[in-house]
């Protein structure tokens, strides 16, 4: 799948301020700084399409981007981020939480995992979550530009033996790297195949 054409509709405090109608749409979450935007801006080969940040904590609020007219990437905030107060991310998972549990047109969930670290609580408690209301996810391991070919092997096998003690199939996954250009291909492939059947 190409993308032609790609625009910004609006940045959203809640689920019920996001855009009416009802056309498919792909959203990306996971800890501040695992590389969303970054995703997003490469996915859609523009620049500062998403806006991104070395400081974790840039992305606020729920982001819409139209894609060639029928269907929408998602540009969430991210979650895990220490330097905010408490309220201020108990303010954020509910939005997030309460964004997942309601917009019924989102197709799939990619949940953007650092594949430099071994899993971590936030994100292991954030799938068993996805998991208990039933919210469809795929998994991207990102910025593997930084590690080797065998440490990310590794690195996913870790993942897969963590979730298989919980799970029973381990869930879609991609690989990426918005430095090393990959996983592109694959990740638009699967928006492409899912996005239909879901009309
Ligand atoms: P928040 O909006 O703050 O939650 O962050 P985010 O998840 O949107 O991350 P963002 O895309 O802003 O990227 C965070 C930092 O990681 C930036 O400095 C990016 O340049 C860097 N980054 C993103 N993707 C990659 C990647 O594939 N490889 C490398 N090496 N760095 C990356
Ligand atoms: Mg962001």
């Known amino acids: 799948m190409e993308i032609q054409d790609v625009r910004f509709v609006k940045s959203s405090p809640d689920e019920i301020s996001c855009?009416?109608?009802?056309?498919?749409e792909y959203?990306?979450?996971?800890?501040?700084?695992?590389g969303k935007s970054?995703?997003?801006?490469?996915?859609?080969d523009r620049k500062n399409l998403a806006k991104t940040s070395a400081q974790p904590g840039k992305t606020k609020l729920i982001?819409?981007?139209?894609?060639?007219?029928?269907?929408y990437l998602v540009d969430l905030p991210g979650y895990g981020y220490a330097k905010?107060?408490?309220g201020e991310r108990k303010s954020?998972?509910?939005?997030?939480?309460?964004?997942?549990?309601?917009?019924?047109?989102?197709?799939?969930?990619?949940?953007?995992?650092?594949?430099?670290?071994?899993?971590?609580?936030?994100?292991?408690?954030?799938?068993?979550?996805l998991g208990e209301n039933q919210i469809p996810f795929a998994l991207i391991f990102t910025k593997t530009d930084k590690l080797s070919a065998l440490k990310l092997q590794q690195s996913i096998e870790q993942y897969k033996k963590t979730l298989l003690q919980?799970?029973?199939?381990?869930?879609?996954?991609?690989?990426?790297?918005?430095?090393?250009k990959t996983g592109r291909d694959e990740i638009l492939r699967?928006?492409?195949?899912?996005?239909?059947?879901?009309?």
């Not at 970054?38 to 859609?44: G, Q």
């Open 19 to 24: 855009p009416q109608g009802n056309l498919p």
């Open 166 to 180: 919980t799970w029973e199939s381990f869930p879609p996954f991609f690989i990426s790297s918005t430095l090393a």
């Open 92 to 129: 954020f998972m509910s939005l997030l939480y309460n964004y997942l549990e309601r917009r019924a047109s989102m197709v799939c969930l990619f949940v953007l995992i650092d594949s430099r670290h071994a899993p971590q609580n936030n994100d292991l408690e954030f799938i068993q979550w």
């Open 27 to 34: 959203a990306f979450v996971g800890r501040s700084n695992v």
């Open 38 to 44: 970054s995703l997003i801006n490469y996915l859609t």
């Open 84 to 86: 905010v107060s408490k």
């Open 63 to 71: 982001n819409h981007f139209l894609v060639d007219d029928c269907w």
């Open 190 to 199: 699967f928006i492409a195949d899912t996005k239909d059947s879901s009309a």
